[in-house]
Protein backbone atom coordinates (compact mmCIF):
# COMPACT_ATOMS: atom_id res chain seq x y z
CA UNK A 1 0.00 0.00 0.00
CA UNK A 2 1.63 3.81 -0.97
CA UNK A 3 1.72 6.03 2.15
CA UNK A 4 0.12 9.26 1.72
CA UNK A 5 0.70 12.39 2.83
CA UNK A 6 -1.71 14.60 5.24
CA UNK A 7 -3.38 17.64 4.50
CA UNK A 8 0.02 19.61 6.77
CA UNK A 9 2.44 17.45 4.71
CA UNK A 10 2.99 14.89 7.36
CA UNK A 11 3.32 11.21 6.06
CA UNK A 12 0.43 9.15 6.90
CA UNK A 13 0.51 5.06 7.77
CA UNK A 14 -1.87 3.54 5.08
CA UNK A 15 -4.05 1.35 6.13
CA UNK A 16 -5.14 -0.48 9.27
CA UNK A 17 -7.48 -3.45 10.48
CA UNK A 18 -9.74 -2.56 13.11
CA UNK A 19 -11.59 -6.00 15.07
CA UNK A 20 -14.02 -5.42 17.43
CA UNK A 21 -14.02 -8.30 19.61
CA UNK A 22 -15.92 -9.59 22.74
CA UNK A 23 -15.26 -13.38 23.91
CA UNK A 24 -13.80 -14.74 20.07
CA UNK A 25 -10.58 -16.78 21.77
CA UNK A 26 -11.51 -19.62 19.75
CA UNK A 27 -11.14 -18.18 16.56
CA UNK A 28 -9.41 -15.01 17.00
CA UNK A 29 -5.86 -15.83 16.26
CA UNK A 30 -6.66 -17.39 12.67
CA UNK A 31 -8.77 -14.43 12.05
CA UNK A 32 -5.83 -12.65 12.29
CA UNK A 33 -3.83 -14.09 10.40
CA UNK A 34 -6.08 -14.37 7.82
CA UNK A 35 -5.75 -10.92 7.68
CA UNK A 36 -1.97 -10.76 7.92
CA UNK A 37 -1.75 -12.90 4.72
CA UNK A 38 -3.89 -11.06 2.72
CA UNK A 39 -2.24 -8.21 3.09
CA UNK A 40 0.57 -6.35 5.13
CA UNK A 41 -1.62 -4.21 7.58
CA UNK A 42 -1.59 -4.18 10.72
CA UNK A 43 -4.00 -5.39 13.23
CA UNK A 44 -5.45 -3.57 16.16
CA UNK A 45 -8.00 -5.79 18.48
CA UNK A 46 -10.29 -4.12 20.03
CA UNK A 47 -11.31 -6.58 23.26
CA UNK A 48 -14.85 -5.23 24.35
CA UNK A 49 -13.91 -6.88 28.40
CA UNK A 50 -13.77 -10.38 27.08
CA UNK A 51 -14.19 -13.37 29.53
CA UNK A 52 -12.21 -15.39 27.85
CA UNK A 53 -8.68 -15.77 26.28
CA UNK A 54 -9.40 -13.39 23.17
CA UNK A 55 -6.42 -10.71 24.59
CA UNK A 56 -3.96 -13.32 24.80
CA UNK A 57 -4.34 -15.15 21.61
CA UNK A 58 -4.66 -11.73 19.55
CA UNK A 59 -1.49 -10.64 21.00
CA UNK A 60 -0.03 -14.10 20.20
CA UNK A 61 -1.14 -13.71 16.72
CA UNK A 62 0.70 -10.96 16.14
CA UNK A 63 -2.05 -8.18 17.32
CA UNK A 64 -2.45 -4.74 18.94
CA UNK A 65 -5.01 -5.21 21.42
CA UNK A 66 -6.69 -2.40 22.92
CA UNK A 67 -8.54 -3.36 26.26
CA UNK A 68 -11.95 -1.77 27.42
CA UNK A 69 -12.20 -1.81 30.77
CA UNK A 70 -16.06 -2.19 30.53
CA UNK A 71 -18.07 -3.50 27.37
CA UNK A 72 -18.76 -0.55 24.83
CA UNK A 73 -20.68 -3.06 22.08
CA UNK A 74 -18.99 -3.33 18.76
CA UNK A 75 -20.24 0.30 17.75
CA UNK A 76 -18.46 1.67 21.01
CA UNK A 77 -15.32 -0.57 20.25
CA UNK A 78 -15.06 0.43 16.72
CA UNK A 79 -15.09 3.72 17.78
CA UNK A 80 -12.31 3.11 19.94
CA UNK A 81 -10.28 1.63 17.08
CA UNK A 82 -10.98 4.81 14.95
CA UNK A 83 -9.73 7.00 17.97
CA UNK A 84 -6.68 5.06 17.82
CA UNK A 85 -6.50 4.88 13.68
CA UNK A 86 -6.55 9.06 14.15
CA UNK A 87 -3.68 9.43 16.70
CA UNK A 88 -1.58 7.19 15.26
CA UNK A 89 -1.47 8.92 11.96
CA UNK A 90 -3.62 6.02 9.42
CA UNK A 91 -5.01 7.30 6.95
CA UNK A 92 -7.29 4.33 5.64
CA UNK A 93 -8.87 1.68 7.79
CA UNK A 94 -10.62 -1.54 7.86
CA UNK A 95 -13.14 -2.36 10.58
CA UNK A 96 -14.06 -6.13 9.92
CA UNK A 97 -15.49 -8.77 12.75
CA UNK A 98 -13.41 -10.86 14.56
CA UNK A 99 -15.39 -14.25 14.34
CA UNK A 100 -14.07 -14.88 10.75
CA UNK A 101 -17.51 -14.11 9.57
CA UNK A 102 -15.70 -11.11 6.81
CA UNK A 103 -13.52 -13.04 4.18
CA UNK A 104 -10.13 -11.72 4.79
CA UNK A 105 -9.34 -13.09 1.06
CA UNK A 106 -10.89 -10.30 -0.10
CA UNK A 107 -9.30 -6.90 1.65
CA UNK A 108 -7.33 -6.07 -1.67
CA UNK A 109 -10.59 -5.95 -3.37
CA UNK A 110 -12.53 -3.98 -1.10
CA UNK A 111 -9.47 -0.90 -0.50
CA UNK A 112 -8.95 -0.85 -4.80
CA UNK A 113 -11.40 1.39 -5.29
CA UNK A 114 -10.19 3.80 -2.11
CA UNK A 115 -6.68 3.33 -2.49
CA UNK A 116 -6.42 4.21 -6.04
CA UNK A 117 -9.24 7.23 -5.26
CA UNK A 118 -11.94 6.26 -6.85
CA UNK A 119 -14.02 6.24 -3.33
CA UNK A 120 -13.75 7.51 -0.09
CA UNK A 121 -15.46 4.31 1.35
CA UNK A 122 -15.89 0.75 0.22
CA UNK A 123 -18.16 -1.44 2.30
CA UNK A 124 -18.13 -4.90 1.65
CA UNK A 125 -21.42 -6.81 1.09
CA UNK A 126 -22.03 -10.62 0.93
CA UNK A 127 -25.23 -11.33 -0.62
CA UNK A 128 -25.18 -14.88 -0.43
CA UNK A 129 -25.51 -14.83 3.21
CA UNK A 130 -28.00 -11.54 2.63
CA UNK A 131 -26.16 -8.83 4.68
Excluded: K
Excluded at 6 to 13: K, M, R
Amino acid sequence: MPERVGESGEALHSTLVLMPAFNEGPVIGSVIREVQDACACPVVVIDDASTDDTIARAEAAGATVIPLPAQLGAWGATQTGLRYALRHGYSTVISMDADGQHEAEFLQDLLRPVIEGEADVAIGACTRRGS
